[in-house]
């Protein structure tokens, strides 16, 4: 069965500082997998996705994420934290349909 | 342009009650989805439609049923409404197995 672990529940980040999410998965084949963010009662909005390809992705809003299949990973990064960053972040694993880790709540700090 | 719109944002009803939630993307896409987001901000997929036909039913209680009267339209009728419903429902559209694109969510509380 296939499955996503985000294992930190909480990341706090200074302002300027780099961001980095951890994602692991666990899947029988190539995954597709997604990162999605979600402000404070707000949907979700895609970041980024990871077909087949290029094992880093660029998303939007400067992040990116780097594919691992030897690691079973999919991490998230920016290397610059602004503000607006302070959001709810869920990695993604879709076959017929999509499973979502527990998501990690990312404070920004001044 | 609003793609995935889902109404009414907010709810607020009686244990017991009945409602519905609406939902409608102007994607073209042919599947939609209902999510259900706990208080610990958990998501797990509930149904599945595509082209009107249903694909996923999870293990969902039978008083939440889905309907898709077309591929642009995928509503969700809850009966008797129970305090653990208390949930933001999301509904969602793809094409294929594309990424998926999310509603704004709609807030039901259980009182």
């Known amino acids: 069965a296939q499955s996503v672990t985000q294992p930190d529940i909480h990341i706090t980040v200074s302002e300027g500082a780099s961001l980095e999410l951890r994602c692991n998965y666990s899947y029988g084949a190539t995954p597709y997998l997604f990162w999605y963010v979600q402000s404070p009662g707000q949907g979700l909005q895609l970041l980024l996705k990871y077909f087949s390809g290029d094992t880093l992705v660029q998303g939007i809003k400067g992040f990116e994420a780097e594919f691992k299949r030897s690691q079973s990973s999919f991490n998230l990064r920016k290397p610059s934290v602004h503000w607006s960053d302070a959001a709810e972040y869920f990695c993604?694993?879709?076959?017929?349909?999509?499973?979502f880790g527990a998501g990690t709540t990312v404070t920004v700090r001044a | 342009d609003t793609a995935v719109s889902q109404t009414p944002k907010y709810l607020v009803t009686q244990m017991g009650n009945d409602k519905s939630i609406k939902c409608e993307q102007n994607l073209g896409h042919d599947t939609m989805y209902w999510y259900k987001q706990d208080s610990k901000k958990f998501l797990k997929i509930m149904f599945s439609?595509?082209?009107?036909?249903?694909?996923i039913n999870e293990t969902v209680p039978n008083r939440f049923s889905p309907k898709s009267p077309d591929k642009a339209h995928l509503n969700l009728h809850i009966n008797s409404l129970e305090l653990g419903d208390s949930a933001v429902y999301f509904c969602a559209s793809s094409q294929l197995s594309n990424e998926q694109f999310f509603g704004p969510g709609t807030r039901l509380t259980v009182l």
């Open positions: 993604a694993l879709s076959d017929y349909k999509l499973s």
């Open positions: 439609y595509n082209n009107k036909e249903l694909i």
